[in-house]
């Protein structure tokens, strides 16, 4: 998902939200380990969507969020 998209969300959704990435990641990583992983750029997708969500979510709670 884009920036945008996690900005017109709230804490509450960033929060949620990033528990999904970070089970997806988790399971993600399970696969991978054992061997069943087919989509391996899905990997770094959610790596970056967890990153994004996170700026966004620092941005928030400083009060510097723009729009």
Known sequence: ???????DMTLDQLDDQL?????EQFNLRFQRASGQL???ARV???RRDIA???TVARQKRAGG???
Request: no cysteine; proline share 0%; glycine share 8%.
């Open 52 to 54: 994004r969500l996170l």
């Open 19 to 23: 528990q999904k990435l970070k089970k």
């Open 38 to 40: 087919e989509n391996t």
């Open 44 to 46: 770094r997708i959610v």
């Open 1 to 7: 998902m884009k920036a945008e998209g996690f900005r």
């Open 65 to 67: 969020a723009k729009g």
